[in-house]
């Protein structure tokens, strides 16, 4: 009948309502970090690095993502690829950034991106190394050089044409991920 359908939809009602009114806020898990990300800030923006890095201090910033562009660091090939002090590695950039961020007891979660076009047939960065051990080498340097950093990402949206061709689990895997891992887990122990 309309009576008994409007007194199930008011108990309904009356059972939504309780429901919503004694819900518990949703707390973060206290393992989740939040962080900030933004390269271009960091190494070019407006004042000097000091003062931008005072004001990730002032915003309370624990934890920064910063990207390390192989193709960038490794313009020509190293001839002890990984030796972070080859002559051929040009880490100024990175340095004046990671150290900075490490004098201000911000932790760095360091992202290896991009090859340089000797590793990968001439193609541009977003295409990965024809070989996974230049990457492993460039992987090895890299951790020697920050060993103080423990937190690493290998390549960004490697599902994305964008960031990386081809965008093949296989070849994400074998030739970036589990060589970059292995390098930077035999250089730091205990690295993420």
């Known amino acids: 009948t309309r009576a008994g359908s409007l007194f199930l939809a008011s108990i309904l009602a009356t059972t939504m309502l309780l429901a919503l009114a004694t819900a518990t806020n949703a707390q973060a898990a206290a393992t989740v970090g939040y962080g900030v990300t933004d390269d271009a800030w960091l190494l070019d923006g407006s004042g000097t690095l000091d003062s931008r890095l005072n004001r990730l201090d002032t915003l309370g910033v624990r934890v920064v993502r910063f990207t390390l562009h192989w193709d960038q660091v490794a313009a020509s090939e190293p001839a002890a690829p990984t030796d972070p002090s080859d002559p051929a590695y040009d880490w100024a950039a990175a340095d004046a950034v990671l150290n900075g961020l490490r004098d201000h007891g911000i932790e760095v979660v360091l992202q290896l991106v991009g090859t340089p076009g000797w590793a990968n047939g001439g193609l541009a960065a977003n295409h990965a190394p024809s070989s996974a051990t230049t990457f492993r080498a460039f992987a090895t340097a890299a951790a020697r050089k ?20 081809p965008t093949t689990p296989q070849v994400y895997t074998s030739r970036l991920l589990n060589p970059a891992y292995a390098a930077i887990h035999k250089a730091i122990a205990g690295a993420q």
């Open 146 to 165: 920050y060993s103080w950093v423990h937190r690493w990402l290998i390549w960004n949206e490697p599902n994305q044409v964008r960031w990386l061709r």
